[in-house]
């Protein structure tokens, strides 16, 4: 088992950049992949980065390939979200997560991922 705590969150005016981290618990870190989900009020969760365990493989939506950059550093047990380019749209709550899975493979659907942290707010004005 994994406890997550998001930080970096806060009020950025548009054009922006902000790096979010999630803090692990836990030895096992290094052996999940972690993915990087926002939901807006009135939406769904949607997933916006993944990484593997490794480091080696991400991915990304195609609402933010280019301005997201998702990276990871297993010693300090943290996960990070770099987010340039902010636009009001960005506005939503971002989580981190854990998938119990593998690893090795980036699974793109909410359900494989297991653990969850408290999310952290991101505003972007206008």
């Known amino acids: 088992q994994v406890q997550l705590v998001e930080s970096g969150g806060g009020l950025v005016q548009a054009g922006g950049s902000l790096r979010l981290s999630c803090a692990a618990s836990g030895r096992t870190f290094s052996s999940y992949a972690m993915g990087w989900f926002r939901q807006a009020p009135g939406k769904e969760r949607e997933l916006l980065a993944a990484i593997t365990r490794s480091g080696g493989g991400t991915y990304y939506s195609d609402s933010v390939k280019g301005r997201f950059t998702i990276s990871r550093d297993n010693a300090k047990n943290t996960v990070y979200l770099q987010i340039n380019s902010l636009k009001p749209e960005d506005t939503a709550v971002y989580y981190c997560?854990?998938?119990?899975?593998?690893?090795?493979?980036?699974?793109?659907?909410?359900?494989?991922?297991?653990?969850w942290g408290q999310g952290t707010q991101v505003t972007v004005s206008s």
């Open positions: 997560a854990a998938d119990s899975g593998t690893g090795i493979v980036i699974r793109t659907t909410t359900g494989a991922y297991t653990y």
